[in-house]
């Protein structure tokens, strides 16, 4: 069963929470969002798939991420040497990288399948570091594959709200 | 006495003026934590001398139009209908409301939104609406958006405030030759302007200032880029001990900082140099777009950009690949942008160049990348620490034992000193000094 839903239409809270599928996909996304919290890099790569992907677009509107600029825009080869680099201790950055909180929300069911799940989403967070809280605030777009073997993340796209502005430099990923 | 601390004490710090804060071979620390001496550099450096405003490329048409910022006053950079290029302040002649918050775009000119004055891409006011009221109060022809000269020299475009500001290729000097080698990487194309990171440090400017002509701190703060690229591109980078990477006191307050000397002119290739393995599907793609082996071996050759960062006083560089432009938001706090550039050419060919050139911007650069963050800890921790022992200097000493004139008469020493860094302070402390 496949069910589209057209961006103005509101979801009800029941095909949010009454959906196993959208449910699973939710407490991924959860998942996810404790393990960058907690710095458990290691862990984080293992929640995506070999062909998923891990963008923070500049353009708010683009899909084609190959041919824009990005901030992120890592596939699997990209995640393994950005998860070495969080851990290896070589990046001054990251070895002092800010605490954040994250709190990902608002989730709003955008194609739903047995098979792959897309939700959009609300993220903020909060970052402290040496006496001072920063603020990022963006929508996550997740696609999740659903399989017995264990959902896996295919493609995370986060749109800053403020990605066409400067942004602090970061030792930690949203 | 100690000859390191002798000229600042604890008891002159605050006395000195800001121009005798900087000597020979030091500065004092107060001059990234005092809030006086930011005021001054706005007027007397900002506001004074030439700034970089846009690369031609960002203003492809008529009516291309781009916002940016000259010290912290804000303009807009236009094409007008006779392609002439404008430098407008960004503040309506009325009330003073910004007339344009786009970024970049396109116009047949600038309506303000408060009154609705208008203005046209020469910044000249168009319209009044309800004229009426200022028959005989307000001619037209008198109160055009305010004007920066601005002056171009090949699609480097600089703007200034200063009416009597020496013509750009004389304040550009010898400069003009490394512009003219950095265009090279075009690979027998036009360079081109891509996309642009933006990101912001606790810090005074001058630290990042500093940073694009410190060659020292590259395999220190940037181990863990080195640790993620191939063997090949670490090896390219690894100038701490070769005698031929130098950096060159180009006059003005500008240098240039050569890292891989071998490509600082990308038209000299004696044919030895093996292409990078990286680029095997890229050199496979051009090949199949029609290219021959001399333009994939000149567009492949160039996908690093340049071997140099070309420092430009006061705020912009041409690094490596890259344009490096920063803005004084205020005595400590600095905002950067990272302007990916490609080639512009036909797009079977340039389109998976380019492709190829961003996914080495995003390695490195922008608030995410491999590079900048480690960069941005740096400054921040000079931020902070340099509020410690006002009297005590900041060492800008680094290879004075070395230091000698290069056959073109540029004070040169290696790569790794601080050559670059003296160059930028005597010129700021002659604008300092200026009255």
């Known amino acids: 069963m496949t069910e589209t839903l057209s961006p103005t239409s509101a979801p009800s809270v029941a095909s949010v929470l009454g959906d196993p599928r959208v449910i699973r996909a939710v407490g991924l996304a959860w998942h996810e969002a404790d393990l960058l919290d907690r710095k458990q890099y290691e862990a984080w790569k293992g929640l995506y798939a070999e062909d998923g992907l891990y963008v923070i677009p500049l353009d708010p509107e683009t899909e084609d991420f190959d041919h824009t600029l990005n901030m992120v825009y890592d596939d699997a080869r990209m995640r393994d040497m950005r998860v070495t680099r969080m851990t290896e201790g070589y990046a001054i950055a990251a070895v002092d990288a800010a605490r954040t909180v994250r709190t990902v929300s608002r989730f709003i069911p955008v194609l739903v399948t047995d098979s792959e799940v897309t939700l959009r989403s609300a993220q903020v967070l909060v970052a402290y570091k040496r006496e001072n809280h920063d603020l990022w605030a963006s929508e996550n777009t997740y696609t999740i594959r659903l399989s017995p073997l264990g959902d896996e993340i295919v493609k995370k796209v986060i749109r800053l709200i403020d990605s066409e502005g400067p942004v602090p430099a970061a030792g930690f990923l949203l | ?435």
């Open chain 2, 1 to 435: 006495m100690t000859s390191e601390t002798s000229e600042f004490t604890t008891k002159n710090i605050y006395d000195l003026p800001p121009a005798d804060l900087v000597l020979p071979d030091k500065v004092a620390g107060r001059l990234y934590t005092d809030p006086g001496i930011f005021e001054k550099e706005m007027t007397k450096i900002f506001e004074h001398t030439w700034i970089w405003v846009a690369h031609e490329s960002e203003l492809p048409k008529a009516g291309s139009f781009k916002s940016t910022y000259v010290g912290r006053q804000p303009v807009i950079v236009t094409k007008d209908r006779r392609g002439n290029i404008n430098t407008l302040l960004n503040r309506c002649r009325h009330r003073g409301a910004s007339v344009c918050e786009q970024k970049k775009g396109n116009a047949n000119g600038f309506t303000c939104p408060y009154h609705a004055w208008s203005y046209s891409l020469d910044g000249k006011l168009r319209g009044i609406p309800y004229p009426e009221g200022y028959e005989g109060v307000v001619e037209k022809d008198e109160i055009s958006l305010k004007r920066l000269r601005t002056e171009s020299y090949n699609g480097m475009i600089f703007a200034t405030f200063n009416d009597d500001a020496e013509p750009l290729e004389e304040f550009l000097g010898d400069v003009r030759l490394w512009i003219d080698r950095f265009t090279k990487q075009g690979g027998g194309y036009p360079v081109k302007v891509l996309g642009t990171h933006q990101f912001k440090f606790k810090g005074n400017w001058k630290i990042q200032l500093e940073n694009t002509t410190d060659g020292y701190h590259f395999p220190i703060v940037h181990r863990s880029w080195m640790a993620s690229v191939d063997q090949e591109t670490a090896d390219m980078m690894s100038f701490m001990t070769d005698p031929d990477c130098v950096t060159h006191d180009l006059g003005n307050g500008h240098s240039v900082m050569q890292m891989v000397p071998e490509h600082s002119d990308l038209d000299i290739d004696d044919g030895t140099e093996k292409l990078q393995d990286r680029f095997d599907a890229l050199i496979a793609e051009l090949k199949a777009a029609g290219a021959d082996d001399a333009q994939v071996r000149k567009l492949v050759r160039s996908m690093h950009g340049t071997g140099f960062n070309l420092n430009l006083f006061p705020n912009v560089s041409m690094s490596i690949s890259f344009f490096r432009v920063l803005r004084p938001i205020s005595v400590n706090e600095t905002w950067i942008e990272h302007v990916a550039l490609g080639a512009d050419g036909p797009d079977e060919i340039v389109d998976p160049v380019n492709r190829d050139r961003l996914r080495v911007h995003e390695h490195f650069q922008g608030p995410f990348g491999f590079g900048t963050p480690d960069d941005a800890e740096g400054w921040d921790r000079v931020q902070r620490g340099a509020q410690g022992a006002p009297e005590m200097p900041i060492l800008v000493n680094r290879g004075l034992n070395r230091e000698a004139d290069s056959p073109e008469g540029w004070p040169t020493s290696h790569v790794t000193d601080e050559t670059g860094m003296r160059a930028a302070y005597a010129k700021w402390k002659q604008m300092m000094s200026d009255d």
